[in-house]
């Protein structure tokens, strides 16, 4: 688990699924550009490896760090803000949560985000981190700025030109292979609340009006229980800006903690202890979907505490094919014969050009397979790998993936673009770890 005491005593280092772990040799938290450059410095002359991990959020192995660790927990906040424009820098190590509050003194706010805030803004910004909405890109799309530390020492800044700018394509997602991120400005919107809609309805309900509710809505989302043909459908659209009701943040608070994560803590126990009962869970889940309404500022509705531990694996595919996508993935989970009783959850990106985003130049839906942390995922995940691979599934960069060099290449167009441009800014690779040496040599 993420700690920096953990971090600084005992040089061990584990993601908050606990999938990768290991030990590394020397922990850095820098409190300045000049501090960075020097580490890095030093590091690239005497041929030491760097990973520069955010809050360590990512399911596979890609910020684990073999000899120097660098976290930016000491360097967080914002930099500066330009109302008129629209635009705010922020310094890389900031929590997600940090953001909204500092926005809203400024009357503004990220244009979307995903369903979780402890990330990192320069660890969300180089794995593409997503939310939902199909009008909508990535985290990543809403930089327009980028400030980074290269393999060398050096310091560079790059403000995106046009769509086609490469140097900008690359740093759009750049899993950490470019540099060390110190500073992102981000473009925003101004302060807006949100309205959130969430009910039950079946699986043919949802998909006979898909097609409109992606574009009727500023957010669609999906939550379908494999083994039923019940959905947890959640519609959000922008509205002027007013904070959420005391009294109703208080039942959300109580109804999400409670119901969505302590209660769902104990079914996923029963399902651990006895897999038999998996598809009694995810049925009685589906039956229980509550019925909320609820408005607030986007920060705050955005994302929902997510406490029960789980193992994920996220593909993007072409929007178009997501019906038939889902047709089969009905067919094949109609028994259950894996035991998940998490939900599949089914988000729609519109295309960026990030020459590594799983959604480059395709409107995209992104499907998110679970399973309960400590119950067995191999089999699942490998089932779903095979289904999405038929579709041309891109795995999201941050999630658990059967990526491999081959795959990479026929995957992404522009693989060597990024590889070609990133030896240019770290040219001993001592950003490589195992993983990224794998799939790049
Ligand atoms: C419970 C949970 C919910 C999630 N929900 C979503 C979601 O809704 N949507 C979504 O798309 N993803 C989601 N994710 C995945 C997560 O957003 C990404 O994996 C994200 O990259 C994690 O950010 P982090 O700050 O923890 O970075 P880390 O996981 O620590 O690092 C990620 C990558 O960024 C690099 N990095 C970190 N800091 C820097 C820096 N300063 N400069 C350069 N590189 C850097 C690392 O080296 C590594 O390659 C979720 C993950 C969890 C555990």
Not at 90 to 113: Q, R, S, V
Request: one cysteine or more.
């Amino acid at each position: 688990m993420f700690s920096l005491k953990t971090l600084q005593t005992k040089k061990h280092w584990s993601n908050w699924a606990e999938t990768a772990q290991g030990q590394f040799e020397e922990f850095f938290t820098p409190r300045s550009v000049e501090e960075l450059q020097a580490i890095v410095g030093k590091a690239f002359k005497d041929g030491k490896r760097i990973r520069i991990i955010g809050a360590s959020h990512s399911f596979s192995p890609i910020a684990l760090p073999e000899e120097i660790c660098i976290s930016l927990h000491e360097m967080r906040g914002m930099d500066s803000v330009d109302k008129e424009r629209g635009e705010a820098t922020f310094w890389g190590g900031t929590y997600l949560y940090e953001i909204g509050p500092l926005l809203k003194e400024h009357g503004l706010a990220l244009e979307n985000m995903g369903d979780i805030q402890e990330q990192t803004i320069a660890g969300a910004v180089s794995t593409g981190t997503h939310g939902t909405g199909i009008t909508l890109g990535s985290i990543s799309s809403q930089v327009i700025e980028w400030e980074w530390i290269d393999g060398m020492g050096e310091y560079h800044i790059h403000r995106r030109v046009d769509q086609d700018d490469s140097l900008a394509n690359c740093l759009h997602v750049s899993l950490g292979l470019f540099g060390i991120l110190v500073r992102v400005t981000l473009k925003l919107l101004p302060l807006y609340s949100l309205k959130v809609k969430t009910f039950r309805a079946t699986i043919e309900e949802g998909m006979s009006s898909w097609k409109e509710d992606l574009h009727q809505f500023r957010h669609l989302e999906w939550f379908w229980f494999p083994g039923t043909k019940l959905i947890q459908v959640k519609q959000m659209d922008a509205i002027p800006p007013v904070p959420q009701k005391k009294w109703e943040k208080t039942i959300s608070t109580i109804s999400k903690n409670v119901v969505d994560n302590q209660a769902f803590y104990l079914l996923s126990e029963i399902c651990k202890r006895n897999p038999r009962r998996t598809q009694w869970v995810s049925e009685f889940s589906a039956k229980n979907i509550p019925n909320r309404i609820e408005t607030g500022y986007s920060y705050e509705l955005f994302a929902t505490p997510r406490k029960v531990k789980f193992y994920e694996s996220e593909i993007a595919i072409p929007i178009e094919r997501f019906l038939e996508c889902m047709e089969e993935l009905l067919a094949g989970l109609k028994d259950n014969p894996f035991f998940v009783h998490f939900p599949i959850e089914c988000r729609f990106v519109k295309d960026e050009p990030g020459f590594l985003n799983p959604n480059f130049q395709q409107d995209s839906a992104f499907l998110a397979f679970h399973m309960y942390k400590g119950m067995p995922y191999e089999a699942y995940f490998e089932w779903i790998w095979g289904v999405m691979e038929k579709y041309n599934g891109r795995p999201h960069w941050g999630k658990m993936n059967n990526l491999s060099k081959e795959k990479i290449q026929k995957l992404y167009p522009k693989w060597n673009n990024f590889q070609e441009k990133r030896q240019e800014y770290d040219p001993k690779g001592i950003f490589l770890n195992k993983y990224f040496r794998e799939l790049i040599h």
